[in-house]
């Protein structure tokens, strides 16, 4: 696809994404825990699941967070419509440009950026939690920040991820786990441990706000 078709592929998704979003209702709790850190200088990895980051570009816009994006035409998509957000693509993933992506988060963390990655991206299983974002917060020492995401009434995708999107006038909670950190001298086996932990977690927490959704008591 051109370059043309990319940028206006872009530009109709951010307006249709603003648009969309302008009616929802948007609640956020454990935002002390990634503001800390802000506050006192220091960045932070947000990791969330795939199919639930559209709330977040919303939510975060403007903020100039580092996001590591695939490198398949679909990620071409989001680097545009993110970079109208205010945010900042480095391409690669696990599969596709990994070493090139990691090398580029770590530029990013060190000038002070906070990161962003979908440990399941970029091709699934859907909200199986890979261990590449661990791997990054090793080797940049900065904390894991999951970020679980509840939406009351969205549009679900067909695709390996169910990309969820807001309908008109829906609820959306968004839930900051306790920070995490990766020692230094983790062993492949511990970081697989820990990737199974983190992703227990994060499903459950997004398991927990889609009921509360359900049952009518968000508050």
Same mark, same amino acid.
């Given at each position: 696809?051109s370059?043309?078709k990319?940028?206006?592929?872009a530009?109709? $998704? %951010?307006?249709?994404?603003?648009?969309?979003?302008? &009616?929802?209702? *948007?609640s956020?709790?454990?935002?002390g =825990?990634?503001e800390?850190?802000?506050?006192?200088g220091?960045?932070?990895?947000?990791?969330?699941?795939?199919?639930?980051?559209?709330?977040?570009?919303? *939510? =975060?816009?403007?903020? $100039?967070i580092?996001?590591?994006?695939?490198? =398949?035409?679909?990620?071409?998509y989001?680097?545009?419509?993110?970079?109208r957000?205010g945010?900042?693509?480095?391409?690669g993933? &696990?599969?596709? $440009?990994?070493?090139?992506?990691l090398?580029? !988060?770590i530029r990013?963390?060190?000038?002070?950026?906070?990161?962003?990655?979908?440990?399941? @991206? /970029?091709?699934? /299983? &859907?909200?199986?939690?890979?261990?590449?974002a661990?791997?990054?917060a090793? !080797?940049?020492g900065?904390?894991?920040i999951?970020?679980?995401?509840?939406? &009351?009434r969205?549009?679900?995708?067909? %695709?390996?991820?169910g990309?969820l999107?807001?309908?008109?006038? %829906?609820?959306?909670?968004?839930?900051?786990?306790?920070?995490r950190?990766?020692?230094?001298?983790?062993s492949?086996?511990?970081?697989?441990?820990l990737?199974?932990? *983190?992703?227990?977690?994060?499903?459950?927490a %997004?398991?927990?706000?889609?009921?509360i =959704?359900?049952? @009518?008591s968000?508050t």
């Amino acid at each position: 696809m051109s370059d043309l078709k990319f940028k206006t592929v872009a530009a109709i $998704g %951010s307006k249709v994404l603003a648009t969309l979003l302008l &009616s929802t209702r *948007i609640s956020r709790v454990g935002v002390g =825990h990634f503001e800390d850190f802000r506050n006192a200088g220091n960045p932070v990895i947000f990791v969330f699941w795939h199919g639930r980051i559209l709330p977040l570009v919303q *939510i =975060h816009r403007g903020e $100039g967070i580092v996001v590591l994006v695939s490198e =398949h035409d679909d990620g071409e998509y989001i680097s545009r419509i993110i970079e109208r957000n205010g945010f900042e693509p480095v391409r690669g993933s &696990s599969t596709r $440009g990994g070493i090139r992506g990691l090398k580029g !988060l770590i530029r990013a963390a060190r000038a002070g950026k906070d990161l962003a990655l979908t440990p399941d @991206g /970029p091709r699934g /299983p &859907s909200e199986e939690f890979k261990p590449g974002a661990l791997v990054a917060a090793q !080797l940049t020492g900065l904390p894991l920040i999951p970020v679980a995401v509840g939406v &009351s009434r969205a549009w679900k995708s067909g %695709s390996w991820d169910g990309f969820l999107v807001p309908k008109p006038f %829906s609820e959306i909670q968004v839930q900051y786990l306790r920070p995490r950190f990766v020692p230094k001298e983790a062993s492949r086996k511990d970081l697989k441990e820990l990737a199974k932990e *983190i992703g227990d977690q994060l499903r459950t927490a %997004s398991v927990r706000l889609d009921k509360i =959704h359900r049952e @009518g008591s968000v508050t």
